[in-house]
């Protein structure tokens, strides 16, 4: 390996101070704060502190998922976030809106810039995989339209979350087939 490299691998990593990559991901997007206050469940007042470094940065492992799910990077990235003990996991249908996302491309700010504003705190939990996609169908529509989604897609989003639904209230699907099966295809129908 030659020297220049070795130089390199050695180098320590100067990380970038919360507070400033914040700042510099709301200038870059034309972000107001207020905007992203909302985004992510904190006051205009917190967010001005954060950026200005007025305040010591959030370690509140949900407000900085928050903020990563909102900047589209890993929580991982801020020296202030603690690893849960618990792994998050993102569920399948959530992955699917994040690659429509992706293939449309759509940033996390955009994307929840489509929403009304009270319904955009929900939409950054459901990113960062602490809450599931919604079991009501007009709202799982309003996100579909966004992401210009087919009405198969939605469907097929709905009907496994519904299941998912059952099986959290005790019903063994399974053992019950011929009613969930002829409850979704009335749902078809309807749709």
């Known amino acids: 390996m030659c020297a220049?490299?070795?130089?390199?691998?050695?180098?320590?990593?100067?990380?970038?101070?919360?507070?400033?990559?914040?700042?510099r991901f709301l200038e870059k997007n034309s972000l107001h704060k207020k905007d992203f206050a909302e985004m992510i469940g904190v006051t205009l007042s917190y967010v001005y502190n954060l950026t200005d470094n007025a305040i010591p940065f959030s370690t509140r492992s949900t407000t900085l998922e928050r903020i990563a799910a909102v900047m589209e990077i890993e929580p991982e990235e801020f020296e202030e976030y603690k690893i849960p003990q618990e792994p998050v996991i993102i569920e399948d249908s959530v992955e699917f809106l994040k690659s429509a996302m992706r293939e449309k491309g759509m940033t996390a700010v955009n994307f929840l810039k489509a929403f009304p504003r009270k319904k955009r705190l929900d939409i950054v939990d459901m990113l960062r995989g602490s809450l599931?996609?919604?079991?009501?169908?007009?709202?799982?529509?309003?996100?579909?339209?966004?992401?210009?989604?087919?009405?198969?897609?939605?469907?097929?989003?709905?009907?496994?979350?519904?299941?998912?639904?059952?099986?959290?209230?005790?019903?063994?699907?399974?053992?019950?087939?011929?009613?969930?099966?002829?409850?979704f295809e009335c749902a078809k129908k309807y749709i």
């Not at 169908?137 to 519904?162: C, G, H, P, T």
């Open 4 to 23: 220049q490299n070795k130089s390199i691998i050695n180098r320590p990593i100067i990380q970038e101070r919360s507070s400033r990559k914040v700042a």
């Open 132 to 183: 599931s996609v919604p079991i009501d169908f007009k709202e799982l529509m309003m996100i579909a339209q966004v992401l210009d989604l087919s009405k198969e897609d939605v469907y097929n989003i709905w009907e496994k979350r519904m299941k998912q639904v059952f099986e959290l209230s005790g019903m063994n699907i399974y053992a019950n087939a011929a009613l969930v099966n002829s409850m």
